[in-house]
């Protein structure tokens, strides 16, 4: 293996999932790898958190302040991970590394049933991302930056928003894809989403899917501390 491996996981209020995942995650890293947590302003501070926002900026601020963080560190590697979900063997990472792709998405095996999927030299190619683990390598965000988080914020449609970017730049082959037999590789209590439901409505989402729409073909840079 060559290059640092970076673990960002994004948590907000879910101290006793988070808690739980985040051991697991600890058990299975590889040496080296650096794991960097940034708690969106839970009720009750996150023990384990690297950085912590005194207000709630929404997941996509999050996760670029994950991979602002994995970058400073030198990361070559990096993947980012929801509260929620946890490896469940150590080589977990292995298949990511390994694959030509820059930028890949785990498929959970729910969505692998739910979702249109085909098997293609290797990887699985579905109609939809999942947001839950994402893997990027370091050229990837020097290139395409961060979520767009004043476009999308808090509602939705911005991991699909990345990936595409990432696509319409080039540099994957496939719009969202998942190296293939990787679908035991990590589990979780698949509990709900963390956004509130207000931050969800109807209208808002309607919004953020049209965005994405308009954008999906659309190579742009978003700065990760925008």
Not at 35 to 59: E, H
Not at 155 to 181: E, K, M, P, Q
Not at 194 to 201: K, L, P, Q, T
Request: aromatic fraction near 10%; charge should be negative; charged fraction near 25%.
């Amino acid at each position: 293996m060559t290059g640092l491996i970076g673990l960002g996981i994004t948590t907000h209020n879910r101290a006793d999932t988070f808690a739980y995942c985040y051991r697991q995650w600890q058990q299975h890293l590889p040496e080296h790898a650096v794991p960097v947590v940034v708690d969106d302003a839970s009720s009750t501070p996150c023990p384990d958190a690297t950085f912590r926002f005194d207000v709630n900026v929404g997941a996509p601020r999050a996760k670029n302040k994950c991979l602002e963080l994995l970058m400073a560190a030198g990361c070559e590697h990096l993947f980012l991970a929801d509260d929620d979900i946890h490896p469940t063997t150590d080589d977990w990472w292995l298949p990511y590394i390994s694959s030509p792709e820059p930028h890949l998405c785990w498929a959970r095996p729910r969505r692998r049933k739910l979702a249109s999927t085909r098997t293609i030299n290797g990887h699985i190619i579905t109609d939809w991302p999942s947001g839950a683990v994402l893997y990027m390598q370091r050229h990837v965000i020097e290139t395409v930056g961060g979520y767009d988080a004043d476009t999308f914020g808090a509602v939705g449609y911005d991991h699909a928003n990345y990936s595409d970017r990432i696509h319409a730049y080039g540099l994957t082959t496939w719009r969202f894809a998942d190296a293939a037999h990787t679908g035991h590789l990590f589990t979780g209590p698949e509990v709900e989403t963390s956004v509130a439901a207000d931050e969800r409505s109807d209208e808002r989402m309607d919004e953020a899917k049209r965005n994405r729409e308009r954008l999906k073909d659309t190579a742009y840079h978003f700065p990760l501390d925008g």
